[in-house]
């Protein structure tokens, strides 16, 4: 086995090298981090730069037209509220926002289905009326073609009977 002075001089070596390691782990990271400063004010100067300039632009494009200027002030709103870090307000607020929005929405559901279930009740009600309606009047149309249909033999009959009974007074009658 080795002496202890072997032991100390690895462990000096170890410990001299995760230094080492440690020291590039954190140049490395304020590497990263000065980089993704960089980024971050160059995307924020750019945001600036466009910031500035937007009511130039606006009141260039939109001279005449309140309807597109109006537009691009919301979208301008909605741009700038976009860029704002939410606060912890904010999130609780729409957290409850989100539970007292899931009753309200369940209760939306619930009826939309019974008004599903009451649409198709009503539609199957009103089909078996039409269905009952034009059944009765086929009976009644048939009843009436009926009745027509006697009227105009007891018609013909009696026509049938008053031209046999001329034709016979004609036949019967003494000539000239």
Do not use: C, W, Y
Not at 64 to 79: D, E, K, M, R, T
Not at 99 to 118: C, F, G, H, I, T
């Amino acid at each position: 086995m080795g002496s202890a002075s072997e032991f100390t001089g690895q462990t000096s070596d170890r410990t001299q090298q995760a230094a080492r390691s440690v020291q590039e782990s954190t140049g490395q990271a304020a590497d990263t981090a000065r980089q993704a400063a960089g980024k971050v004010a160059g995307t924020a100067g750019q945001a600036g730069d466009a910031a500035r300039q937007a009511p130039g632009q606006a009141m260039r494009q939109t001279q005449g037209n309140p309807l597109a200027a109006g537009l691009i002030a919301f979208g301008a709103g909605l741009l700038t509220a976009s860029l704002l870090p939410t606060s912890q307000a904010e999130e609780q607020a729409a957290e409850r926002a989100g539970q007292a929005v899931e009753p309200v929405k369940q209760a939306a559901l619930e009826s939309a289905q019974q008004l599903k279930e009451d649409a198709t009740q009503a539609g199957r009600q009103a089909a078996q009326e039409v269905k009952d309606t034009a059944s009765e009047a086929a009976r009644a149309t048939k009843e009436q073609a009926g009745e027509q249909a006697g009227h105009v033999t007891e018609q013909a009959r009696r026509s049938a009977q008053t031209a046999a009974g001329e034709a016979r007074g004609q036949t019967g009658s003494p000539g000239p």
